[in-house]
């Protein structure tokens, strides 16, 4: 692909190659990114069977409900999320481009509203019920990448602007957003969005200075936290205990990542087969959330993995890749950030469940069990898509 | 660039169209640069996939470097197992007659966990255990409260019996299937069983709980090749233990264990282990006793008894002496008593004050070191030594002097005290060590016990020792010793195990007998024998005599001293035969006989009758013929007249015919009656028959009694020693005129004969020389 983008670049003259070229390219305008939607269906599909095959097995276990419901509620999201992405790919990513400060802000209120009338599930407090149960964390990873791309290619802010008032203009406001997950406590979408942030801070081309003093307002901010004690955070030191020694205590602290590894060594080249793990019959904690890759590892074995890092791979490549051609800085950056906010949690899922990382919620995008986030997600390709609708490349 | 018109730029506001264009034109490169990410994007995107590519290899180091590692840890915690018990290997004597063997058996197990998740349809918790509990308590016949205790306790396993019969366990089985009971198991197990009980207990041990050699014995000794490998039934489960939905069960079948095949013989085994019965309630035998049979050229074990015995199938029941209705049999005090009684084996792990029977190493010694021979003329005065005085035990009439083999013979101390001088102490003790007396045998046995010696002997240590004082030996430590003597000197490693095969009978181990040393010359060995025979023949061992066979031996009467044994006496014979070509030796140890009579413990009172009776019948067994001496032969022909027991109690009668040298046959009273209330209404041979000295005499109880009857065979060119022992066999008596060949007999071959009837043989005797 890159070949043709150089001939793209250096063809300025109107050669009859080039009349041909631009009549080409104006077919595929309005074509979304092929190998991305292929890679986004894939994982959909794979990543629903491995919910099925984990959780039918905790239903099988507990002798409640059917093996079937879990999947059932993934079907339904995952057909909303399909639907929503659709939908999303068809708005014009500019008119959204118009939301984005209120979306922002609403989000930021969502966040406040869980510290309020939040919903507390394993000493956490991170769901809110309004009509339906999800968390606004989901919709503020969207809402930060949007305002970033958006004050990062903002007319009238010039890059000096930028760079000098980025304190004012995006750290503190992002902080405050931070600030509040923190409290919840939910430190991986912490790391999600900072990490995500850091790489649209990069692609932004803001300069050195920033991060360093971003990095001291995080260390002066957690100092605070830590020393008000508001929040426990005693749970991350034993987490690295464990990640160093997992098989210390293995039937305390480090039997999750412990049962993970079983699973995943169980697996073999060519797996146990679909459905004949024996890791998610109660061993192995949320089998079909955080740590289903190490299910689909014993169950489909290493060739299995590779395909699902290979597809991971394809739509972070064609991701970039529209974030390259994307038409604008905005919805280049966007583009970026989308891709990156995926990048960020495969990455941290993948080395979680290889015990390569400290053990920390992430889910793995499109195969973890998780009702509306996965729907979020979808909305989120959504834009993504509608990027590459409105760019010229080879989409094929 | 066109088409990039379409592109609103942020930057370009409001402006127009045509504007848009030329400035997105004019800014291609400079946008390139630095409103769009490319760079940046393609940097972030080759640091991602590295990181993912890393992220693969750490798959990779689980499933394939680190994968068997892990892979067993998960199948651990997956999976429950219960064993298949490998079967034990059967234990056989020389011969091939089973001594110990594993039959198939049934436990039963349950899963309480299981029980608990899965009660049927219809029922609670509770009722279901309840329900499992009465099924198997009525099949099992056990308590019921037992069993239900038992399945509401917490976990995934528990026994619930053992060494189920296949039958039960079948019923059972198809019990369960029809009821569609989950969670309760019967599998495979094996029992062990000991078909003879008593039979050589001691020798072969018996297995624990697990199946494992316990206590004594082979069982023990060979613990590790009878075990085989178990089995196992493995089931998927979950990490609350309930069986996943999976059909297979893996099976993995158990591999056997190993045969055993002893030295020991069974027939001869048991002739022992009766006789050595016999001989201690004869002689009340307080402290009970040891015989050891062993073949001297090999040095193979072919019978060790030790009594008290015990049932190798119900070990743990009550020893003599113990009140039954207390008796429990596990507890620890109870396992004490048993080992401190019947499951002791006295051949091996008792030691005992050997007394005279070792004076035969003292009289080696002298012997092989050239300070004395069978012509020697010694002195029996009393040796003063260190302020003690050895006297002979013919205290006030000692045998003055006579020669070496009198002195052998007679069983004099102060003879061997003064050799034991001669020889020195150096040389004395370095001879104790060549015959294996300070370091255990090496038999593969359990429980072996080594010898005390004086550590640094003085003079009168040595002196005592000579005669087997003060010094404490194992029987199967003398009885190698002893074997040596008889082989030709060579002292070998005792052999109790012959060989080890496979479940297809292929040898895989041979315990081949082994020569530790020579000790003595072949020289010696001959010459000592030649006394140890006078000693059998006219000496303190005459009990010992068997017609027909040579016997060498040497008495041992011994008063332990140790404190806590005070005042206790062992009798005991060690005795080798036939004399001329040594087939066995054996070692009868009777620790403390305190015969009713009130007469004194004597080796040869006691202990050699009982060696002599074994030796006759083992040698007989062995096949080895008889070779009658001119001594035998002329008392063969000495006849007497049959006393008349008839109208008298059998008891009266029996006291009466053996007073007189006769023998006799109760033909129909069974041996629980009460030999004083009958009375014998008729003897074969009757009152007044002239016959052989020795033959038996058939009583009958009632006239009604069938008459016991034989048929007579032709014994016509039969030698006087084969008749008689034909006709002995059959229960016939023999009168003979001569030695030498029978020429005519009284009573036709083929004619039917009441048993005890006398044939008269004519024999003519054309040996011109005796036998001797």
Not at chain 1, 282 to 303: K, R, T
Not at chain 2, 76 to 92: C, D, E, L, P, Y
Not at chain 2, 534 to 554: D, I
């Amino acid at each position: 692909m890159i070949p043709s983008d150089n001939k793209e670049r250096k063809n300025k003259s109107n050669s009859m190659e080039d009349v041909k070229r631009r009549v080409r390219e104006s077919i595929r305008y309005n074509q979304p990114d092929f190998w991305l939607l292929l890679s986004i269906v894939l994982l959909l599909g794979l990543g629903t069977m491995m919910v099925f095959s984990a959780s039918s097995a905790t239903a099988y276990a507990s002798k409640a409900g059917s093996a079937y419901a879990v999947l059932k509620d993934q079907l339904l999201n995952a057909v909303i999320g399909v639907v929503a992405m659709a939908f999303v790919s068809f708005i014009d990513y500019k008119f959204l481009a118009k939301f984005t400060i209120p979306f922002f802000i609403g989000c930021n209120v969502l966040l406040v509203l869980v510290q309020v009338m939040g919903i507390t599930l394993n000493y956490a407090k991170r769901w809110l019920k309004i009509g339906i149960t999800f968390q606004p964390s989901e919709f503020y990873k969207i809402a930060v990448i949007l305002f970033l791309a958006y004050v990062f290619s903002k007319p009238g802010l010039s890059h000096k602007a930028v760079r000098l008032m980025g304190v004012v203009i995006y750290i503190i406001p992002v902080g405050v957003g931070i600030l509040l997950l923190a409290l919840q406590p939910h430190i991986s979408c912490v790391m999600i969005i900072g990490l995500v942030m850091v790489a649209m801070m990069f692609a932004g081309r803001v300069k050195l200075p920033t991060y360093i003093l971003m990095a001291a307002g995080v260390v002066g901010l957690a100092a605070v936290v830590f020393a008000s004690g508001m929040v426990d955070f005693s749970y991350i030191g034993e987490r690295f205990t464990t990640f160093l020694d997992p098989e210390r205590d293995t039937s305390g602290d480090s039997y999750q990542i412990m049962q993970s590894l079983y699973a995943i060594a169980s697996g073999g080249l060519f797996g146990k087969g679909f459905g004949q793990g024996v890791q998610k019959y109660l061993y192995l904690p949320e089998p079909y959330n955080d740590f289903i890759l190490s299910i689909l590892a014993e169950e489909l074995g290493f060739v299995g993995v590779a395909l699902v890092l290979g597809l991971f791979a394809l739509f972070i490549w064609r991701g970039f890749k529209i974030a390259r051609h994307a038409p604008d800085k905005f919805s280049s950056l966007t583009a970026f950030g989308i891709t990156m906010l995926i990048t960020v949690q495969v990455l941290m899922n993948v080395a979680v469940v290889t015990s390569s990382m400290p053990v920390t919620g992430i889910s793995l995008p499109f195969f973890s069990y998780g009702g509306t986030s996965l729907v979020i997600l979808l909305a989120g390709m959504g834009i993504l898509l509608n990027i590459s609708k409105q760019s010229h490349y080879d989409k094929f | 660039m066109a088409k990039n018109s379409r592109n609103v730029d942020r930057d370009s506001g409001n402006k127009t169209k045509k504007n848009n264009v030329i400035r997105a034109v004019m800014s291609y490169e400079s946008e390139d640069r630095d409103d769009k990410i490319a760079g940046k994007s393609i940097a972030v995107c080759v640091a991602v996939m590295a990181l993912l590519a890393v992220l693969l290899f750490r798959f990779a180091y689980y499933q394939f470097i680190k994968g068997d590692y892990y892979t067993k840890k998960a199948y651990t915690q997956q999976n429950s197992w219960r064993t298949i018990s490998a079967k034990r290997g059967t234990i056989t004597d020389r011969n091939g007659n089973v001594l110990a063997i594993s039959v198939s058996s049934y436990l039963v197990n349950v899963n309480q966990k299981i029980i608990h998740d899965n009660p049927s349809k219809g029922l609670t918790v509770e009722q279901y255990q309840e329900k499992i509990a009465k099924g198997l308590s009525q099949y099992l016949n056990m308590d019921y409260n037992l069993i239900l205790k038992q399945i509401k306790t917490e976990g995934r396993y528990k026994l619930i019996a053992e060494n189920i019969n296949l039958e039960k366990g079948e019923a059972i089985k198809a019990w369960l299937k029809e009821e569609k009971i989950k969670g309760v198991y019967v599998d495979e197990d094996t029992t062990r069983y000991y078909p003879n009980g008593n039979l050589a207990s001691h020798l072969i041990g018996f297995t624990g709980k697990d199946d494992q050699g316990l206590v004594c014995g082979v069982e023990v000794a060979l613990d590790e090749l009878l075990t085989g490998t178990d089995g196992r039934i493995i089931t998927a489960v979950d990490a609350a233990g309930n069986e996943l939905p999976y059909d297979e069960v893996t099976r993995l079948d158990p591999t056997d264990g190993y045969n055993a095949v002893l030295t020991i013989d069974a027939t001869i085994q048991s002739m022992v282990e009766k006789a050595l019965k016999e001989t201690i309630s004869e002689f009340n035998v307080i402290k009970g006793g040891a015989i050891v049979v062993m073949q001297p050229d090999t040095c193979d074990v072919l019978a060790m008894a030790s009594y008290p015995d015990f049932n190798l199938n119900d070990p743990y029941a009550a020893p003599p002496g113990e009140d039954e209705s207390t008796w429990i049999g596990n507890t620890e005090d109870n396992v004490k008593k048993l080992y401190e009684t019947v499951w002791r084996n006295k051949a091996l792990t008792d030691t005992y004050e050997p007394g005279s029977t070792f004076k035969s190493i003292t009289a080696a010694m002298g012997i092989e070191e050239g300070r004395i021979n069978k012509n020697s003329i010694v002195s029996d005065a009393p040796l003063d030594l260190s302020g003690w005085q050895i006297r002979c035990w013919r205290k006030y009439q000692d045998h003055g002097s006579e020669t070496f083999a009198d002195a052998v013979k007679n069983s004099c101390n102060p003879v061997f005290s003064k050799l034991a001088l001669d020889i020195g102490i150096d040389k004395f003790y370095e001879y104790i060590e060549a015959f294996g007396f300070k370091s255990k045998t090496g038999i593969v046995l359990s429980g072996e016990a080594n010898s005390i010696f004086h550590t640094n002997p003085t003079e009168i240590d040595m002196a005592v020792t000579s005669f087997g004082q003060r010094v404490q030996i194992t029987p199967i430590q003398l009885a190698t010793a002893y074997c040596s003597i008889a082989n030709g000197g060579k002292l070998m490693k005792p052999r109790i195990v012959k060989e080890i095969t496979d479940s297809n009978g292929i040898v895989v181990k041979s315990y081949e007998s082994q020569v530790v040393r020579q000790v003595i010359s072949e020289s010696t060995s001959k010459e000592l024998m030649n006394m140890l025979e006078q000693v059998v023949a006219s000496g303190t061992g005459s009990n010992a005599y068997v017609s027909g066979y040579r016997v060498a031996g040497k008495t041992g009467t011994s008063q332990t001293t140790t404190s806590e044994t005070d005042g206790r006496y062992i009798a005991s014979f060690c005795g080798i035969a036939p004399a001329d070509n040594p087939e066995v030796v054996i070692l009868v140890m009777l620790d403390h006989p305190a015969p009713e009579d009130g007469t004194s413990a004597s080796g040869g009172k006691h202990a050699a009758p009982v060696a002599g009776d074994l030796i006759e019948k083992i040698l007989t067994y062995m096949e080895i013929e008889k070779r009658y001496t001119e001594l035998d032969k002329t008392s063969m022909m000495v006849k007497k007249y049959v006393p008349n027991v008839s109208n008298k109690t059998v008891e009266k009668a029996i006291e009466e015919l053996k007073a007189q040298g006769f023998s006799y046959i109760i033909a129909d009273a069974d041996s629980s009656a009460d030999l004083s209330k009958l009375i014998v209404t008729e003897q074969i041979p009757r009152y007044n028959s002239y016959v052989m000295s020795g033959s038996s005499v058939v009583l009958y109880t009632s006239q009604e009694s069938t008459r016991k009857t034989v048929t007579v065979p032709n014994l016509v060119g039969y030698s006087l020693a084969e008749a008689v022992e034909t006709l002995n066999n059959m229960g016939l008596n023999v009168h003979a005129n001569n030695i030498g060949n029978v020429v005519s007999q009284s009573i036709e071959a083929g004619t039917v004969v009441n048993k005890g009837s006398v044939i008269e043989l004519e024999l003519i005797n054309n040996d011109t020389e005796v036998a001797g």
